[in-house]
């Protein structure tokens, strides 16, 4: 794996995606998402996967994975549907060990064609997070420097990107549609009505590997500092930021005034 200057790197011998071209894009409306959550509506993931990558007619599109407890099904969908797709993995360099592992375990398993990292801008960490501690007093700002800008940066480009995001996670994902509009870039959210039970059917009826942390307790895995073992009965991403009036990273809702105390805002 070799970084590039914009702090990606491939992890395959396809062609890094170039960076710092002009974006001109087409931008999609909500008309767009509109008319294809109607036309796959009772159509399964596989299907409508297969049937938008055959078509080739979404532009650029790439899968943005954490490499997470469920991530694995995704990755699969989406492999089995095409393994050209690119896969974006966002390396905050504060990820488990374990997590790396899985990651490079369902690349091979899936037969992943493009993958490639993408990680903070070491300027920015040097500038707001020299001591690699600003998770401790700053999450929002933490997230934003090592989640937010390096997404951004990687989805530049980007006509659509692919996520895992799933309805049933947490009270704060209800209602997700497959077809969202960000920006002006689609977003595909393939999982978005499956619950928790459709995720460990596809598990094992296709017999895919799980994260090496789940079997501990670790429900939902982020970050190594940021992430603990869910106790039963609690929500699957109770362990995410415990402690913190905080739920999610910046890359799906955008943090905004979430917080009303002062001491917890980011200071940039
Ligand atoms: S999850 Fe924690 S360590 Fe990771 S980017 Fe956010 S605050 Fe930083």
């Not at 699969?76 to 797709?85: G, Q, T």
Request: aromatic share 8%; with cysteine; net charge negative.
């Amino acid at each position: 794996m070799t970084d590039t200057p914009s702090g990606a790197s491939d992890m395959a011998s396809s062609a890094a995606r170039k960076l710092d071209v002009i974006d001109a894009r087409p931008a999609y409306t909500q008309a767009d998402a509109d008319a294809l959550n109607t036309r796959f509506e009772g159509v399964d993931a596989q299907t409508m996967l297969r049937a938008l990558f055959a078509e080739d007619e979404l532009g650029e599109i790439a899968v943005v994975s954490s490499f997470g407890t469920e991530s694995a099904v995704l990755l699969h969908l989406v492999a089995k549907a095409d393994p050209a797709i690119p896969v974006i993995f966002v390396d905050t360099l504060k990820m488990f060990p374990e997590t790396l592992d899985y990651r490079d375990t369902l690349i091979e398993a899936f037969g992943i064609k493009n993958a490639s990292i993408v990680t903070p801008a070491p300027e920015t960490l040097t500038e707001k997070d020299e001591n690699g501690l600003r998770w401790s007093f700053d999450p929002d700002g933490c997230c934003a420097i090592r989640k937010v800008e390096p997404l951004a940066r990687a989805k530049h480009g980007l006509d659509a990107w692919i996520s895992g995001r799933k309805a049933f996670q947490s009270v704060t994902r209800e209602n997700i549609a497959r077809f969202e509009v960000e920006d002006g870039r689609l977003k595909l959210n393939p999982l978005g009505d499956w619950v928790k039970a459709d995720l460990d059917a596809y598990f094992e009826e296709h017999n895919l590997p799980r994260h090496p942390l789940e079997a501990e307790g670790y429900l939902s895995v982020g970050c190594a500092p940021c992430t603990s073992k869910v106790l039963p009965g609690e929500d699957p991403r109770a362990g995410r930021w415990r402690g913190w009036d905080k739920t999610e990273c910046g890359i799906h809702t955008p943090i905004d005034g979430a917080d009303d105390d002062e001491a917890n805002q980011p200071v940039f």
